[in-house]
């Protein structure tokens, strides 16, 4: 019942954002995300090569849950986070990335609120 209160809220305030949140209740990443996570994986490596290392994968269980807490060093954490994170993740982003509906659509589908 919240998420359906939440879904009537934020998608009647925010243009482009999908109108059911999450995009999929299964637990499993929508395409949307993994085309995403894909594409910052392949960014990523491209830009820094070998010199990315990640090494709390390790420690990240892949199912159940679990709470990241960032203090982002630079803009590019977040797409290092939802490219390499072994499970579905929600992101709060700032409402300023959803005023492009197209950029509030592709986030949406990633499940960032």
Not at 14 to 36: E, Q, T
Not at 75 to 95: E, L, Q, S, V
């Amino acid at each position: 019942m919240a998420v359906f209160a939440y879904d009537r809220f934020v998608s009647g305030a925010i243009r482009g954002f999908p109108s059911h949140f999450p995009v999929r209740d299964d637990g499993k990443r929508p395409n949307r995300y993994h085309a995403v996570s894909t594409g910052c994986r392949v960014v990523l490596r491209a830009l820094f090569g070998g010199e990315l290392n990640i090494e709390a994968l390790r420690h990240m269980p892949i199912k159940g849950p679990l709470l990241v807490a960032c203090n982002h060093l630079s803009n590019i954490d977040p797409f290092i986070f939802g490219g390499y994170a072994p499970g579905t993740m929600f992101c709060m982003a700032k409402r300023e990335l959803y005023k492009i509906p197209p950029a509030a659509w592709m986030l949406g589908g990633c499940n960032c609120f």
